[in-house]
């Protein structure tokens, strides 16, 4: 069991604790309340906002190396201003990635999704609507987003898709549910490019991800802008990426092949 998550049960025991002790000895000081409050409710935020955390869910982030291989990963698309210039710069460095798109810009485009499909990389999902409050929604609700995205995805490719990442990457315990009950596979990165909003800084994004590539890495940038078109932070900066990459003998692979037939780290997701 993840740390984190041995964390926060014993943090919710302890906030037990105190609201007995409270009926058997009086109240507990303001002071401490509040202090023990604060902390409780800033342990569950950071659980929902750092999902390699693993603290309400599985979470795939990362393989075991020894195989020289990294899997680029893509979100928020597909886009007709930048997702062909990413796939241009795989198919020029022969890298293969795993896109994660919204299921509704999908439908829209879909000769881009096609395009994904046929240069060998792979679809997972990433939400049909990809509402920044997914995480916190009803059940209901998640499981009609997430259903009509997959929906969209089968409509592509008769493989089945089970690579799941959450808009904006949060994770509660209801979402977790419900992405067991669709077989979804959590995975969120070991790299995070933050290239996904405008203005995004194209030098930077190379170097926080250059700075930190290994074996066995799962990288997380965007081949779309959020909530608007034009060509993503992350999209330019691919190039630099990918011959970095080379230079450190690394090679970019679907999700999928990064993971088949390499054992889990020991605290990490069982499901892959």
Request: one cysteine or more.
């Amino acid at each position: 069991m993840p740390a984190a998550r041995i964390l926060f049960w014993a943090a919710t025991c302890g906030a037990l604790a105190l609201f007995v002790r409270s009926f058997w000895l009086g109240p507990v000081p303001l002071p401490v309340a509040m202090a023990a409050t604060l902390g409780y409710l800033a342990l569950v935020f950071s659980g929902y906002i750092f999902p390699r955390w693993g603290m309400f869910a599985d979470v795939i982030d990362e393989a075991l190396p020894g195989r020289n291989l990294v899997a680029l990963t893509f979100d928020d698309g597909p886009d007709p201003s930048s997702t062909p210039i990413v796939l241009e710069a795989l198919r020029l460095a022969d890298a293969k990635a795993t896109f994660f798109v919204i299921g509704r810009k999908a439908r829209a485009q879909p000769e881009l999704v096609h395009a994904i499909l046929a240069d060998g990389h792979e679809l997972g999902l990433h939400g049909y609507s990809h509402s920044r409050l997914t995480a916190f929604r009803s059940a209901e609700w998640m499981k009609k987003d997430l259903t009509r995205g997959l929906e969209v995805l089968t409509s592509f490719t008769s493989e089945s898709t089970n690579w799941f990442r959450p808009p904006i990457g949060h994770v509660t315990p209801r979402l977790a549910k419900v992405a067991k009950e669709l077989n979804l596979t959590l995975l969120c990165w070991t790299i995070r490019g933050l290239d996904g909003l405008p203005g995004a800084d194209t030098t930077k994004i190379v170097r926080r991800v250059t700075t930190q590539l290994r074996d066995g890495a799962i990288v997380a940038l965007h081949d779309a802008i959020e909530r608007q078109s034009g060509i993503s932070a992350g999209a330019k900066a691919l190039p630099a990426i990918l011959e970095s990459m080379q230079k450190l003998g690394l090679r970019s692979v679907t999700v999928t092949e990064l993971l088949e037939g390499t054992p889990l780290l020991p605290d990490r997701a069982k499901t892959a």
